[in-house]
């Protein structure tokens, strides 16, 4: 019995999961059961984590305990930062740095247990993504690397690792909203290939490498960068109709505006929005929030009236570029930032497949000749 062919498998459902639903026609995300405004402007990231690992929130004390377990395992294997060493020497791009150091982490760092698992991996992913993304752009920038301070969350000790400072109240918070509005998201790409992965009786660091492998490509969700971009080319709020009329004339994209599962306004965008707004008004630059805005209520107008009908809205890349921005991170560290918080979600579904595993082992289509005949090398 033949199967239909579906390119890209769009429609198509590979897993039940319990730990994100996307509803792209309503405009709607519910993480762990909680739909993303009821949670990620509340909860830390270390509290989104374990929600997703164990399907409940944690009381103080497995707060306490899990925190303490993840801030134990941030520091890295020498091995780790020689690979780290080598790639900066090369000036690779961070995604791709990470991605190599990523499968160090199989291997114990001092003081660490070197019992193999699920678990412990999980952890080791989650407690060290920050720390070699931080390290290695400050090796990039010639800077010694900061050690984790481990008495600080999991979003301040990022910013705290890249900087050298403790951030603000408001800079963490903000951070940890990001983390947790792209913790998950259904079964994109990077979260598909994780499955598959693990779904042979992998491991997770090789599951997680893997997923890092799928992240870094652009068509994986589009890099925020051009969005930010494009709020710089415009400058000013008087020139942004004819800035990007322009750009829509030559029949080119808006960066940050239309999404492939989102037929209405992406609900991380609403998200992000708030939040740089709250982390704009008390630390950062107030100006270039409200240009942001006019930015995009302009590109809304004109893309309704470029291409009607296609509902084109704005998506989690324009404002993640903007609060990312706020921060103080260079574009080079979008999406590497994206990778330590979303490996939170790649393990969460490692941890889902195993518990029910089934090999993921699609059919495909045969398309080619079917009756060749062997010619020898002198007849060809």
């Not at 752009?137 to 050298?164: D, K, Q």
């Not at 994109?188 to 042979?200: C, E, K, L, M």
Request: hydrophobic residues 45%.
């Amino acid at each position: 019995m033949s199967t239909a062919y579906t390119p890209g498998l769009q429609g198509v459902v590979a897993a039940r999961t319990r730990l994100s639903m996307v509803d792209g026609q309503r405009g709607e995300l519910v993480i762990g059961g909680y739909p993303l405004e009821e949670i990620a402007e509340r909860a830390s990231f270390e509290e989104l984590v374990f929600l997703l690992w164990n399907d409940h929130l944690p009381n103080a004390h497995e707060l306490a305990s899990f925190r303490e377990q993840l801030a134990a395992a941030r520091e890295m294997p020498a091995i780790t930062r020689d690979v780290l060493e080598a790639a900066a020497a090369q000036k690779a791009p961070v995604i791709d740095a990470l991605r190599m150091a990523a499968g160090t982490l199989s291997l114990a760092a001092p003081g660490e247990s070197a019992i193999a698992g699920p678990t412990r991996d999980a952890v080791v992913c989650v407690a060290k993504f920050p720390t070699i993304v931080a390290a290695y752009w400050r090796m990039l920038r010639e800077e010694g690397p900061v050690a984790p301070h481990h008495g600080l969350g999991h979003s301040a000790n990022y910013l705290y690792m890249l900087f050298g400072e403790r951030p603000s109240e408001a800079r963490t918070r903000a951070l940890d909203t990001y983390f947790n509005t792209v913790v998950d998201h259904g079964l994109n790409a990077s979260t598909f290939t994780a499955r598959v992965v693990i779904s042979t009786a992998s491991d997770v660091v090789s599951a997680v490498t893997a997923a890092l492998g799928a992240l870094k490509g652009p068509a994986h969700g589009g890099a925020p960068g051009p969005a930010l971009d494009m709020v710089f080319e415009i400058g000013e709020a008087s020139h942004a109709e004819n800035h990007m009329r322009s750009i829509l004339a030559r029949g080119e994209r808006l960066m940050g505006f239309g999404h492939r599962v989102y037929k209405v306004r992406d609900p991380r965008a609403d998200m992000l929005s708030r939040a740089a707004d709250r982390l704009f008004e008390s630390d950062g630059d107030r100006r270039l929030f409200d240009l942001a805005r006019e930015v995009e209520r302009v590109a809304i107008r004109l893309l309704d009236e470029y291409k009607p009908g296609r509902n084109l809205r704005t998506n989690v890349e324009f404002f993640t570029a903007l609060l990312l921005h706020g921060l103080g991170l260079p574009t080079d560290l979008f999406t590497p930032t994206f990778a330590v918080s979303r490996v939170g979600g790649w393990t969460a579904h490692c941890f889902e497949q195993l518990a029910a595993n089934r090999l993921i082992r699609p059919e495909s289509e045969y398309v080619g000749e079917s009756a060749r005949r062997w010619v020898p090398v002198e007849r060809r």
